[in-house]
């Protein structure tokens, strides 16, 4: 009997001994026990409802700020699927699915002419993580624009709205525990100009690509800016830009940005980590923080 034989009964797909690392978009090996796409909320909430209750769980969202260690992950993954991936509006308020990619919502509220969202064009992954963390780019973040989120809780399958307010956002965080899965999001815009909406959007995508390595096999921001500091500066100081354990390199181009240049190991990615907070504490007295999310043995 597989594991998969004692679960629920749903809609939508489990798969047994998954390689979720290569679904990061560091490409690395991280092998989970069960992954798990739910079909819609319904099917979401039916398996939260009766699954095992000693079952650990992680919400993946796109993966693209995730790290699985090279010993995978001993238990299940959740993953929303196409069911929780959608974009519509109402006025100027933008209502999006929590597997709807960033940079999809910021180009649909440009064809609709509703601005205030195209900072999101700039920022990698789902709408789900950007909940999660308060993702922000270019001078915005997701708590600027938020109205409303829908979620449901992983213990007990209950559905609730949460106003920007109750969430409680801070800096690349929150005070609403990871007990609640995002699974819609409302954000307000205003009424604006396609054509600026849509030049505005390829000039942050153009920045990006010049600053960032952004075609590379990547995380995004390794660490957190301190307060009144940059992580990358800090990080340059300590004389790691380029530095390499591996096929796992602090990027030339941008060195708070780490990369898998073929086929890094999850632990020479992390022993970087590592060292770039040894080495900033060392000299600086700052303790650098991660933003990207570790999982796993």
């Not at 590379?216 to 009144?228: D, E, Q, R």
């Amino acid at each position: 009997m597989s594991i998969i034989d004692t679960l629920p009964k749903i809609k939508g797909k489990y798969r047994e001994n998954a390689n979720a690392g290569k679904m990061c978009w560091f490409k690395t090996n991280g092998i989970v026990d069960i992954l798990f796409i739910p079909q819609d909320i319904d099917d979401l909430k039916y398996f939260l409802s009766n699954k095992p209750k000693n079952l650990p769980i992680y919400i993946m969202g796109a993966g693209s700020n995730l790290l699985i260690r090279d010993g995978g992950f001993n238990g299940m993954i959740i993953r929303l699927g196409v069911g929780f991936n959608y974009v519509r509006h109402d006025e100027n308020n933008i209502i999006a699915g929590c597997a709807s990619l960033d940079l999809n919502v910021a180009n649909y509220a440009a064809n609709n002419s509703i601005a205030g969202l195209e900072f999101f064009a700039g920022i990698p992954g789902s709408i789900g993580g950007a909940l999660a963390m308060n993702a922000g780019a270019y001078n915005s973040d997701t708590s600027s624009v938020l109205i409303e989120a829908r979620a449901i809780n992983i213990f007990t399958a209950e559905i609730r709205k949460f106003s920007n307010q109750e969430i409680g956002y801070f800096y690349r965080g929150k005070k609403l525990t990871n007990d609640w899965i995002f699974y819609e999001a409302k954000f307000r815009g205003y009424n604006g100009d396609r054509n600026k909406i849509q030049k505005a959007i390829k000039e942050i995508q153009e920045k990006r690509s010049s600053t960032q390595p952004i075609k590379s096999k990547t995380g995004g921001s390794t660490f957190k800016n301190p307060p009144n500091q940059k992580a990358w500066q800090l990080i340059d100081q300590c004389g790691l830009r380029g530095e390499k354990i591996g096929d796992a390199k602090f990027s030339e181009l941008h060195c708070n940005f780490l990369i898998n240049e073929g086929e890094a190991k999850a632990s020479d990615l992390e022993h970087l980590i590592k060292l770039a907070k040894k080495r900033v504490k060392n000299n600086f007295e700052i303790n650098l923080e991660e933003e990207i999310k570790i999982i796993g043995s």
